[in-house]
C-alpha cells in the first residue's frame, strides 16, 4: 500500500455502492464457515482480502501450466476477472475495514486457472472442471463458481463442457454458472448444462428499499436441450469489488481517494503533489478548489471508484458469485443438503419481479436470509426432487413436488383439462409430494402445480417451459 494512503480512506466515497448483506438482506450469522468453494476463471491474485488475517486459499491450480505458482509478481489483465469474483462472493473486505465483504467471508478457496495467455478453450474448462472433480475429497469442496463459458449453445451430450458439469453436480459439488450478458437467448456451455444452477442478473440502481428492480441484460430462454434459463437473478450492477494491486489503476484508484478525504483548501496543493499518478490535466494545477473537485468526482464517478482499492462492476460473472456466498451460507447452516436440495431451495425462496418477463428471470431474485432459513430446516435428501422432470414408473408418470409449508398440492395440464381438483399430490414417508398418472399418449403437453388452491406455479424440478400467455410460464412434458 502506499505511504501516503492512511487508514481512514479505506472508507466508501461519495460515490460508494450498497455492500452485498445489506442489498440482499443476508443472515450474518453465516460466513461460510467450514465450507470450500471452487473458482474456475481466467487467473486470480492473492488479494489481502483472501489471505489477511490468514490465508483462505487452500490450493491454486493453473490447468494450462502457464503461470504454476500464485504470486504477486507482475500481474497480468486477466488475473482481474477471477480475483474480482473469488472476492465478490469470499473477500473479507480487509482493505474496506471489511465494508466491502463477501457473504462468505470465512470460507476456504481452491483458484483454478484456465486461460493460457488470456485465452480460454472448451478444453482447458472441462479440463478445470474434471480437476475440481478429482480433488472434490481432497480440498472438501462442495461448490463451483464458474463466472466464464464455451463456445457455442449445443445439446448436453454433445458439449464436453456441459458433461463435465453434470458430473460434478452427480458428485455432491453444487455448480453456479454465470448466465451471461449478451441479453439473447443463447446460454453456453455450462451455463446451458441442466443440472447447475445458471444466474442471471438484476440491479436496483444502488437503492436500499428494493422498489425499482430491474433485470440486466442476462442471456435467457431455451437452450439446445430446450431447457429454460437462468434459474434464479442476483445483483449484477453496483457490486463492489477489488481493483488488481500493483497496477496503474490501483496506484491511480489510491490518488484520487486521498483527494476524495481532502478538505477543500489544501485541493491545489495536492493537485501539484500527485499530478502525475491521479494523471491529471496540466491546466487543471492552477485551478480553483471547486474545478478540482469538479474534475476528480468525474473521473472517480467515470472509473467507477467507490473505495481507496475497490470500484464497482457490472455482469453475471458477478451475480453468480453472490449465488455462491449464499450456497455457503446454505451449506453452512444444513451441511447435508445436496446440490438438489441446493437448487430446489433456492428457486422456491426467490421472489419474482412482478413487471417483468418470467422467462428473462426464472423464479426470481434469490432471497439469501430466506434460503438460509429453509436450508436449516430441510430434511429431505432431494437426490432426484427438484432437479428432474416427471418420470415413467410402472406404466405411470410420477410428478414430484417438494414444499414442506404447503398444505395442499395439486397436478393441472393438457392430460386432465387443467382441473385444479383432478390429480392431488399426497405427501410420502420423506416428505416429498408425490403424483401417479396413467401415462398419456405420445406427444407434448403442458402443466402446472397449485399450491394451497391458489399458487399456480410452474415445476422447479423441469427445466423445459414455455410461456402461459398470462406472463408466467408452463411446464411441458413430452411423451414419447
Not at 104 to 110: G, P, R
Not at 301 to 325: E, N, W
Not at 374 to 382: P, S
Request: proline share 6%.
Amino acid at each position: 500500500m502506499s505511504s501516503v494512503i492512511h487508514d481512514h480512506l479505506h472508507a466508501p466515497n461519495r460515490f460508494a455502492v450498497i455492500p452485498t448483506s445489506v442489498r440482499l438482506n443476508a443472515d450474518a450469522d453465516y460466513t461460510g464457515k467450514g465450507i470450500t468453494i471452487a473458482f474456475l476463471d481466467s487467473g486470480f491474485y492473492p488479494h489481502p482480502d483472501l489471505i489477511e488475517p490468514v490465508n483462505r486459499i487452500l490450493f491454486y491450480k493453473d490447468i494450462t501450466g502457464e503461470r504454476a505458482t500464485l504470486d504477486t509478481t507482475n500481474p497480468a489483465s486477466w488475473q482481474w476477472h477471477g480475483t474480482q469474483t473469488s472476492i465478490v462472493a469470499a473477500g473479507n473486505g480487509h482493505l474496506a475495514d471489511g465494508i466491502y465483504k463477501g457473504l462468505a467471508n470465512q470460507s476456504q478457496l481452491v483458484l483454478v486457472k484456465v486461460s493460457e495467455n488470456g485465452r480460454i478453450t472448451e478444453d482447458n474448462i472441462a479440463r478445470g472442471i474434471k480437476w475440481v472433480i478429482a480433488n472434490r475429497e481432497r480440498f472438501k469442496i462442495r461448490i463451483l463458481n464458474i463466472s466464464l463459458g464455451g463456445d457455442n449453445d449445443v445439446p448436453c451430450t454433445r458439449s464436453i463442457i456441459d458433461q463435465a458439469a453434470e458430473e460434478a453436480i452427480k458428485s455432491g459439488i453444487v455448480v453456479v454458472v454465470a448466465a451471461g450478458n449478451s441479453g439473447n437467448t443463447h446460454s453456453i456451455p455450462p451455463a446451458n448444462s441442466p443440472s447447475v444452477l445458471t444466474i442471471g442478473g438484476y440491479h436496483d440502481n444502488n437503492q436500499p428499499d428494493h422498489n425499482d428492480l430491474a433485470l440486466y441484460h442476462s442471456n435467457f430462454g431455451a437452450t439446445a436441450d430446450g431447457t429454460v434459463k437462468p434459474e434464479v437473478v442476483a445483483p449484477a450492477m453496483w457490486v463492489a469489488a477489488p481493483i488488481l494491486p500493483d497496477t496503474n489503476l490501483y496506484s491511480r484508484a489510491e490518488a484520487l481517494s486521498r483527494f476524495a478525504a481532502t478538505p477543500d483548501y489544501k485541493l491545489p496543493s495536492l493537485a501539484r503533489e500527485l499530478e502525475d499518478v491521479a494523471e491529471l490535466p496540466e491546466d487543471l494545477l492552477q485551478s480553483k478548489a471547486d474545478i478540482i473537485r469538479n474534475h476528480i468526482d468525474t473521473v472517480l464517478r467515470d472509473l467507477k471508484i467507490v473505495a481507496t482499492h475497490y470500484q464497482h462492476v457490472d455482469g453475471t460473472s458477478f451475480a453468480a458469485p453472490i449465488v455462491t456466498s449464499v450456497v455457503a451460507q446454505m451449506l453452512e447452516a444444513n451441511p447435508t443438503l445436496t446440490p438438489g436440495a441446493v437448487k430446489n431451495i433456492l428457486i422456491s425462496t426467490a421472489d419474482r419481479i412482478a413487471d417483468a418477463p418470467a422467462i428473462r428471470q426464472g423464479f426470481g431474485v434469490v432471497n439469501a436470509r430466506r434460503a438460509v432459513q429453509l436450508a436449516k430446516k430441510e430434511q429431505h435428501a432431494l437426490n432426484t426432487a427438484g432437479c428432474s422432470p416427471p418420470r415413467v414408473q410402472n406404466g405411470n408418470l410420477v410428478f414430484m413436488y417438494h414444499d414442506d409449508n404447503a398444505q395442499a398440492v395439486t397436478l393441472a395440464g393438457d392430460f386432465n383439462g387443467w382441473n385444479a381438483a383432478s390429480n392431488p399430490l399426497h405427501k410420502d414417508s420423506t416428505g416429498i409430494w408425490l403424483c401417479h398418472i396413467p401415462t398419456p399418449g405420445p406427444g407434448r403437453y403442458e402443466y402446472k402445480f397449485v399450491v394451497d388452491h391458489s399458487s399456480w406455479i410452474e415445476d422447479p424440478g423441469n427445466g423445459l417451459k414455455v410461456a402461459d400467455g398470462f406472463g408466467g410460464l408452463n411446464s411441458v412434458l413430452i411423451v414419447q
